[in-house]
């Protein structure tokens, strides 16, 4: 399939508000141009939707089960549910978006998968694309990161995927997608980027959200079968916001729905180390689009710090940067000594042991808590499961593990 | 001199152009300056002086180290706008600022464009400001007389194309692959097409750039029709050869180098041009 030389320009809104477009080099407008192209149609697309459904289905597991926390909401007296993506294939909820995109590089024709990663699931979930549907994948990975998530660096291997390690800048996330953009910049035409989360240039944000927003329907779905009603807040970790913008897309438009985005306060937020962009950050454009950003004050992108790889990034999605500003969505912090305590708790009280991305969120859900009742409903989007952070918390906790 | 003016004086001197793409106080101002000046002399037609980014997503191996040495020497927007007034005070040559698009937005886009003018520069390249998302350039650099300089590849649409060239002015930068800077030995392949396909949608100079830096390079973008050449990386390879502990060392010898560099590719441009004819 060869689409350029064709007559493809924008047809859809690239912004958020202000936020989002498409900041990038004019050498890659014609493939985002045909990317729009092919993410429209396969919207329309009968066939791409149904095996879409199959393969969440059957392969990816499909419905993920919205478990009420009976434990865990004993010991903070109110309702609190876990939305079950750590239970997904591959151990995240990237795996939609991996899916997703990966049918939808098939269905274009291209011949290499190209990902970054941060923590190491969105590597994997398209490592898991490629060999899939059977297309020659590379992950760009910081080293600091590699370093730090082992066991999804050979996860990556095993499904064939060659991992190009970043050693530029601060050697995470954020320098993983700038490697990114430089190759396909240089091999756009066979090449398919598949990016991890909701943030980058259009039509990015608006495809990650599309193939992540299953979450929050079917939460939807499945809370007022159990409750009869809607919850009152639903939490979720925001690195880009991938896990975040997929549970709160269904539930935007219900206002009393209170949603909230919890970022990576790291050592806290008066620190430099944390990653907390909407909280601490200030617009800027990064990465092909407008969005909160952590800068300094001539507009370098200051390097953020997070316990958790997959949250430490210094940017964050275009559309929940407008969602800020229009206050639907409030945006908080959990450092990592509070994200560490909640990590433990859930292990403790309920035997699952969240990412520590998702660990923030049930972070704050202790926080907040303390001023809620029995009749209180919180949903927290259980986006991965922690079996990749066992070794890297176990060392955090330290001596801490032994006194109890 | 306005870029227009520049292109004038080379028609009449049927000369092509060379345009040199450097980042400044790489690794230091000393230094920085001396290397402006020595390329200046040496026949450089357009300066395009770079304000680096910690981030730069456009930019190969050698240039994001430059970057990297340059932010650690300190740099700041304000400091390579304030270097412009000093190089007017030396030459009267087109200088084009280039940065990434945080810089300008950060410094707020208007001001930017407002400051750079005052300082002496005549045009702006941002390598993320697709035409889509420059207005508010196009808008001040029309009413401050800057011009916005686009950049076109290979894959760019008929449609694009014409967006593009319906906005630009100064000239047009064109890159000769696809990819990031940095020196390549080849060509990529699709230059003479593309600069066929823009020269059916514009009278504006086309400058070709992106990896170039041997005189066969050269040669066959003036063949295919182009107006000048773009050099970059190929300069910046020669005198991080020349640095230790962030300093030049042996710097007359780094000039020297340079200027011979320098020489050669003007006296290539010249040759080619008029053998041509």
Sequence with gaps: MNLYGGKFKMRLNTKFGKYGGTYVSELLMPALEELEAAYIRSKKDRKFQRELKMLLKE???????????????????CRIYLKREDLLHGGAHKTNNGIGQGLLAKYMGKTRI???????????????????????????????????????????????????????????????????????VANVKHTYYLLGTVAGPHPYPSIVRDFQKVIGEEVKEQILKKEKRLPDYILACVGGGSNAMGIFNAFLKEKKVKLIGVEPAGRGLNTKFHGAAICKGSPGIFDGALSYLLQDKHGQINESYSISAGLDYPGVGS??????????????????????????LLAETEGIIPALESAHA??????????????????INLSGRGDKDVFHAMKALGGKSDEN | MKIEEKFTELKNKKQKAFMAHVYYKDPDKDFSEELIKTMIDSGIDILELGIPHSDPTSD???????????????????????????????????????????????????????????????????????????????????????????????????????????????????????????????????TSATII?????????????????????????????????????????????????????????CLDEIRKFVKKIREDIKNIFYQKK
């Excluded at chain 1, 095993?158 to 490697?179: F, H, Q, Y």
């Excluded at chain 2, 750039?209 to 190929?234: H, L, R, T």
Aim: proline fraction near 3%; aromatic fraction near 10%; charge should be positive.
């Design chain 2, 197 to 253: 396909k823009i020269k059916k949608y514009t009278d504006l100079p086309l400058l070709v750039g992106f990896g170039i830096s041997q005189p066969e390079q050269v040669k066959k973008i003036i063949q295919a029709g182009a107006d000048g050449v773009i050099i970059g990386s190929a300069i910046a390879k020669i005198y991080e050869n020349y640095i230790e502990n962030r300093k030049i060392i042996n710097k007359e010898e």
């Design chain 2, 60 to 190: 190969g191996p050698t240039f994001i180290k430059a970057c990297e040495r340059s932010l650690r020497a300190g740099t700041t927007p304000k400091q390579v706008i304030s270097s412009i007034k000093k190089i007017r005070k030396y030459s009267d040559i087109p200088v084009i600022v280039t940065t990434y698009f945080n810089i300008a937005y950060r410094y707020g886009i208007y001001k930017f464009i407002k400051d750079i003018k005052h300082a002496g520069a005549d045009g702006l390249i941002i390598p993320e400001a697709v035409v889509e998302e420059s207005d508010e350039l196009l808008k001040t650099g029309k009413k401050y007389g800057i011009d916005i300089i686009f950049i076109i590849g290979p894959y760019s649409s008929g449609i694009r194309i014409k967006k593009i060239t319906d906005n630009a002015s100064g000239f047009l930068y064109v890159v000769s692959r696809t990819g990031v800077t940095g020196v390549k030995k080849d060509l990529g392949i699709e």
């Design chain 1, 319 to 344: 559309q929940l940067s407008f969602l800020h500003d229009s206050k639907r969505v409030r945006f908080t912090a959990a450092t990592d000594k509070e994200t560490l305590a909640a990590f433990r």
């Design chain 1, 59 to 77: 392969y990816a597991g499909r419905p993920t089960r919205l478990y009420f926390a009976k434990n865990l909401s004993e010991k903070l007296g």
């Design chain 1, 362 to 379: 049930v972070a704050y859900a202790i926080k907040i808590s303390k001023g809620l009742t029995k009749e209180n409903l919180i949903v």
């Design chain 1, 114 to 184: 190209i990902a970054e990663t941060g923590a190491g699931q969105h590597g994997f979930a398209a490592a898991m694309a490629g060999a899939f549907f059977d297309i020659k994948t590379e992950i760009y990975m910081g080293t600091k990161d590699i370093e730090r998530q082992k066991m999804n660096v050979n996860r990556m291997k095993l499904c064939g995927a060659k991992i190009n390690p970043v050693s530029l800048g601060s050697c995470t996330l954020k320098d993983a997608i700038s490697e990114c953009l430089r190759d396909w």
